[in-house]
């Protein structure tokens, strides 16, 4: 029996490696997109202009998708209107504002 236990286990831990990578994106993951909004507001206090960090978050973010989340953080953030606010408080106010847009789109049509 113990055999057969890590024949199974040495055969999984053999084709994990060879399973396809499914990468994720992060314009659906609230948490990320508050992370990257922390990044953003380091960058405005640091003196970074609008476009030093959209030239910066082309560098690092490649999919459409998630170029069109990081690009609208830093148009919500360097907008100017917009309130200085320390990472904290911009990683909170985005992801607060994503989770909100999700459990709208999640709840059932009356």
């Known amino acids: 029996m113990k055999r057969v236990v890590i024949s199974a286990l040495v055969a999984l831990c053999v084709a994990l490696p060879a399973a396809p990578a499914v ?8 948490f990320a997109l ?6 953003v507001a380091s960058w405005r206090t640091h003196k970074k202009t609008k476009a030093q960090a959209l030239d910066q978050a082309a560098r ?24 200085h606010m320390t990472p904290d408080q ?3 106010a985005i ?16």
Do not use: N
């Open 23 to 30: 990468a994720q994106s992060v314009s659906d993951q609230c």
């Open 95 to 110: 992801t607060s504002a994503c989770v909100s847009r999700h459990k709208g789109q999640a709840a059932p049509a009356p």
């Open 34 to 39: 508050g992370d990257i909004a922390g990044q």
């Open 60 to 83: 690092y973010y490649t999919d459409p998708s998630d170029r069109a989340a990081v690009d609208a953080i830093i148009e919500k953030l360097y907008r100017p209107d917009a309130p």
């Open 90 to 92: 911009a990683s909170m």
